[in-house]
């Protein structure tokens, strides 16, 4: 782990996408990946008390990214989440359940 970079999750079930959003953040963060929602909830377990955010798509297979990102507010309130969603009614629903922010995906 580098001293100096933030760790950030990213969670994406589209392997295009998430080469995208780590190669866009690589160079300041270092980057943890998970593809489903099940990854993500190991990757979490083992590694949430040094992760500084969450990046978090919500149409995940195995455990979709709304029971993620209610797991993260039960056990891991400390972490902030932005969700990835091209739907805008659950943008809403997301900071209702405790998301930080979103990003609108095209």
């Known amino acids: 782990m580098h ?4 760790r950030i999750l990213i969670v994406e079930d589209e392997f295009v996408n998430r080469e995208i959003l780590k190669n866009l953040l690589l160079d300041d963060y270092e980057i943890l990946e ?12 083992n590694n949430n ?8 798509d919500l149409f995940l297979p ?7 990102l209610n797991v993260i507010q039960a056990k ?6 932005i969700v990835l969603t091209s739907d805008k009614e659950l943008e809403v629903q997301c900071l209702s359940y405790g998301a930080s922010d979103f990003i609108s995906k095209p």
């Open 34 to 45: 998970a593809e489903d929602g099940e990854a993500a909830l190991d990757v979490l377990e």
């Open 49 to 56: 008390d040094s992760l500084s955010l969450v990046l978090l």
């Open 3 to 6: 001293k100096n970079k933030r």
């Open 76 to 81: 891991y309130n400390h972490l902030p989440v």
């Open 62 to 68: 195995k455990i979709s990214g709304l029971e993620v």
